[in-house]
C-alpha cells in the first residue's frame, strides 16, 4: 500500500476547545483524527460554498418542479369556490328581492357587513 504524502502542522487551541474536542472524541479515536475530519469536512463545505449559485438554481428547480401541480389544483379549488359563493350571493339576493317587502338593498348591505365581521372574528 502506497503512503500519502503529508506534512506534519502544530495547532494551538484554547482550553475550552481543547475540552470540546475531547468530548467529541470516541472511545478509540484521538484529537488529531477529530480535528483532520474537521479540517476536510470545512475543506468542503468552503468548495460548496463556491458552487453556492448552482445548487440554489437545483434546489429552486426542483422546489417548483414538486410545488406546480399540488398550486395549480389549489388555484382552480379556490377560483371555483369564488364561482360558488358568488353564484349562491346572486341566487339570495334575486330570492330576497322577490319575497321580501322591505328594502332589499339595505337587508343585504347588513349582510354583508355581517360577513365581514363574521370573517374577520374567524380570522383572528
Known amino acids: 500500500m502506497k503512503k500519502k504524502n503529508t506534512i506534519k502542522l502544530s495547532v494551538r487551541v484554547d482550553m475550552e476547545t481543547y475540552n470540546r474536542l475531547c468530548k467529541v472524541c470516541k472511545e478509540n479515536e484521538s484529537i488529531s483524527e477529530i480535528v483532520r475530519e474537521y479540517i476536510n469536512i470545512g475543506l468542503g463545505i468552503k468548495t460548496t460554498a463556491d ?68 370573517a374577520t372574528n374567524r380570522n383572528s
Open 51 to 118: 458552487d453556492i449559485d448552482k445548487i440554489s438554481e437545483i434546489i429552486r428547480n426542483q422546489v417548483e418542479s414538486v410545488c406546480e401541480q399540488p398550486l395549480e389544483r389549489l388555484i382552480k379549488i379556490v377560483i371555483k369556490n369564488i364561482k360558488s359563493s358568488e353564484a349562491s350571493k346572486y341566487i339570495l339576493c334575486s330570492m330576497l328581492k322577490e319575497f321580501s317587502q322591505e328594502n332589499t338593498d339595505e337587508i343585504i348591505e347588513k349582510a354583508e357587513r355581517q360577513a365581514i365581521v363574521y
